[in-house]
């Protein structure tokens, strides 16, 4: 038995009496009970204990919340871009006077270590409502010339709201992806229905409580608490919604656009699943790449889209890179989320703990070896799992062709420097990559080559609200962040005028 960090700090007393008050969904400006009145409960997975119980939307709920954002949508449209600006940098800064308290919550929910919770989820939050701000004024049309001589022309193109958009988002920065999907909803003019994950829906419905008092109109937001096969499922179907942003699985990705199609053709973007990977040639910096390269896949404990979860090494330098990352590995400190010194806390849920351990066990029935960590038995009911390293992988593994979505990493070397592009774009995501080298021809050309919607070159995982992000391949379909993300949840009409 293994003992985890355990010293939680105390949580504040008013984010206390909110967990233990009735938690409701917000529909056109109201807090409300699902029509069925069922409920579900939000789990710690630090402790596997009930937090809160929310309300399970079903179908019925859905057709409230586009009801209502049908009607938000009207409103919000009649602020000017200013005021829509400033109502955005508002809920920016009342994340932020917020912090700590949605750190807590966060960390609660999600089981992540509050010390990361306040570093990134948080302020990146924030960040992004303010960057998002911006773009409410920003978004023009363009005129153009026309090509016919029998007259004279004027032409020009609009870029309108595309009207009710929804976001579905995923379980492992509920707090920053709700930002993701609702800021340049509102950005661009749209009302929003949210729909957070169902393991961890509480932030999303905090976030929600700030947005009205930073004074977005009742309807304008929406958040709807419920499962994926109901409410993300009626969601998607509905034909009173105009656009889907979704991330989450592959899997569900596809379904996703099939609902759309089916239904109305809402437009639909999707940030899905991912095997990126990390590639450190031998003229690297290999102090400073090992523990870039080891954060890439035990940060958050492995749970990130473009996780670095594939290392491939240049030969020379393998047994010095492996030796690194498995001490750096080794020195991480396991924990409960709100224990500040935790650096890996537990995974979201039992079927993601399962999923994790059927992966490794499959890995090793393929004959992979463990080179770290494994199967460690910790002394909590949590659903904790050690960072660990697989070698002696073979491409058609399993572990290597999947996405496990835990803190697994499967590490290999390579000979030819230019034999890695084809084993690097040998999968069928291309969310991310990362780069290792001190040949800037290389990494510029290797940059060109690989089919990844994200490299990083000496550095991994920086996000900013001015960078595009999003996959090619089953990774996705278009981008989020950035003028790119905004233009997303509009519609652009061109107008012709004979003069
Ligand atoms: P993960 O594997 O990370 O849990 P999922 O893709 O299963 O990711 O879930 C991401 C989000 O998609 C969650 O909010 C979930 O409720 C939702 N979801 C799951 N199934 C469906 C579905 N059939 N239709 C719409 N949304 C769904």
């Given at each position: 038995?293994?003992?985890?960090?355990?010293?939680?700090?105390?949580?504040?007393?008013?984010?206390?009496?909110?967990?233990?008050?009735?938690?409701?969904?917000?529909?056109?400006?109201?807090?409300?009970?699902?029509?069925?009145?069922?409920?579900?409960?939000s789990?710690d997975?630090?402790?596997?204990?009930?937090l809160?119980?929310?309300?399970?939307?079903?179908?019925?709920?859905?057709?409230?919340?586009?009801?209502?954002?049908?009607?938000?949508?009207?409103?919000?449209?009649?602020?000017?871009?200013?005021?829509?600006?400033?109502?955005?940098?508002?809920?920016?800064?009342?994340?932020?006077?917020?912090?700590?308290?949605?750190?807590?919550l966060e960390?609660l929910d999600t089981?992540?270590?509050?010390?990361?919770?306040?570093?990134?989820?948080?302020?990146?939050?924030?960040?992004?409502?303010?960057?998002?701000?911006?773009?409410?004024?920003?978004?023009?049309?363009?005129?153009?010339?026309?090509?016919?001589?029998?007259?004279?022309?004027?032409?020009?193109?609009?870029?309108?709201?595309?009207?009710?958009?929804?976001?579905?988002?995923?379980?492992?920065?509920p707090?920053?992806?709700?930002?993701?999907?609702?800021?340049?909803?509102?950005?661009?003019?749209?009302?929003?229905?949210?729909?957070?994950?169902?393991?961890t829906?509480l932030s999303?419905?905090?976030?929600?409580?700030?947005?009205?008092?930073?004074?977005?109109?009742?309807?304008?937001?929406?958040?709807?608490?419920?499962?994926?096969?109901?409410?993300?499922?009626?969601?998607?179907?509905?034909?009173?919604?105009?656009?889907?942003?979704?991330?989450?699985?592959?899997?569900?990705?596809?379904?996703?656009?099939?609902?759309?199609?089916?239904?109305?053709?809402?437009?639909?973007?999707?940030?899905?699943?991912?095997?990126?990977?990390?590639?450190?040639?031998?003229?690297?910096?290999?102090?400073?790449?090992?523990?870039?390269?080891?954060?890439?896949?035990?940060?958050?404990?492995?749970?990130?889209?473009?996780?670095?979860?594939?290392?491939?090494?240049?030969?020379?330098?393998?047994?010095?890179?492996?030796?690194?990352?498995?001490?750096?590995?080794?020195?991480?400190?396991?924990?409960?989320?709100?224990?500040?010194?935790?650096?890996?806390?537990?995974?979201?849920?039992?079927?993601?703990?399962?999923?994790?351990?059927?992966?490794?066990?499959?890995?090793?029935?393929?004959?992979?070896?463990?080179?770290?960590?494994?199967?460690?038995?910790?002394?909590?009911?949590?659903?904790?799992?050690?960072?660990?390293?697989?070698?002696?992988?073979?491409?058609?593994?399993?572990?290597?062709?999947?996405?496990?979505?835990?803190?697994?990493?499967?590490?290999?070397?390579?000979?030819?420097?230019?034999?890695?592009?084809?084993?690097?774009?040998?999968?069928?995501?291309?969310?991310?990559?990362?780069?290792?080298?001190?040949?800037?021809?290389?990494?510029?050309?290797?940059?060109?080559?690989?089919?990844?919607?994200?490299?990083?070159?000496?550095?991994?995982?920086?996000?900013?609200?001015?960078?595009?992000?999003?996959?090619?391949?089953?990774?996705?379909?278009?981008?989020?962040?950035?003028?790119?993300?905004?233009?997303?949840?509009?519609?652009?009409?061109?107008?012709?005028?004979?003069?």
């Open positions: 038995m293994t003992s985890i960090l355990n010293q939680p700090i105390d949580i504040e007393r008013p984010l206390r009496e909110w967990l233990d008050s009735p938690r409701r969904m917000l529909v056109g400006g109201e807090w409300v009970n699902a029509r069925s009145g069922k409920t579900f409960a789990e997975p630090g402790t596997t204990e009930a809160a119980h929310v309300p399970a939307a079903d179908a019925a709920d859905v057709d409230d919340a586009v009801q209502a954002a049908t009607l938000g949508a009207k409103k919000w449209q009649s602020f000017a871009p200013a005021q829509r600006a400033n109502v955005l940098w508002k809920a920016g800064e009342l994340i932020h006077q917020h912090s700590e308290e949605l750190a807590q960390s089981g992540k270590g509050i010390s990361a919770a306040r570093a990134i989820d948080v302020p990146f939050t924030a960040e992004n409502f303010k960057y998002l701000a911006g773009w409410a004024t920003k978004l023009s049309g363009e005129t153009f010339g026309i090509s016919l001589s029998d007259a004279d022309w004027h032409a020009y193109t609009l870029r309108e709201p595309a009207g009710v958009a929804a976001g579905i988002i995923p379980w492992n920065y707090l920053a992806q709700a930002s993701f999907k609702i800021a340049p909803a509102l950005a661009a003019g749209c009302s929003i229905i949210l729909k957070p994950a169902e393991q829906p999303a419905l905090r976030l929600g409580e700030l947005l009205m008092e930073a004074g977005v109109p009742a309807g304008a937001i929406n958040i709807v608490t419920g499962f994926g096969d109901s409410a993300g499922a009626a969601i998607a179907r509905h034909a009173g919604i105009n656009k889907i942003s979704f991330t989450g699985s592959t899997e569900v990705g596809k379904l996703i656009l099939k609902a759309a199609a089916e239904s109305n053709l809402k437009r639909v973007t999707l940030e899905l699943g991912g095997k990126s990977p990390t590639i450190i040639f031998a003229d690297a910096d290999i102090d400073a790449a090992i523990p870039v390269a080891a954060e890439a896949i035990f940060g958050n404990s492995g749970q990130i889209c473009n996780a670095g979860s594939r290392l491939y090494v240049e030969r020379p330098v393998l047994e010095r890179v492996l030796q690194g990352v498995k001490q750096y590995a080794a020195a991480l400190r396991i924990g409960y989320g709100l224990d500040p010194r935790t650096q890996v806390g537990p995974l979201m849920s039992k079927a993601q703990l399962e999923r994790v351990r059927g992966y490794v066990q499959g890995g090793i029935g393929d004959g992979a070896s463990v080179y770290h960590g494994g199967f460690v038995d910790f002394d909590v009911p949590g659903y904790y799992f050690t960072p660990t390293i697989l070698t002696n992988t073979a491409p058609t593994m399993a572990v290597v062709r999947e996405e496990i979505f835990g803190p697994v990493l499967v590490a290999e070397a390579f000979d030819d420097p230019d034999e890695i592009e084809p084993i690097a774009n040998n999968t069928t995501y291309g969310l991310a990559a990362t780069i290792f080298t001190s040949n800037l021809a290389r990494a510029h050309r290797l940059a060109g080559r690989l089919k990844a919607g994200a490299v990083w070159i000496n550095c991994f995982g920086v996000f900013d609200p001015n960078l595009p992000f999003g996959g090619y391949k089953q990774s996705g379909i278009g981008r989020e962040m950035a003028r790119l993300g905004v233009e997303a949840f509009t519609e652009v009409k061109s107008v012709t005028i004979k003069l």
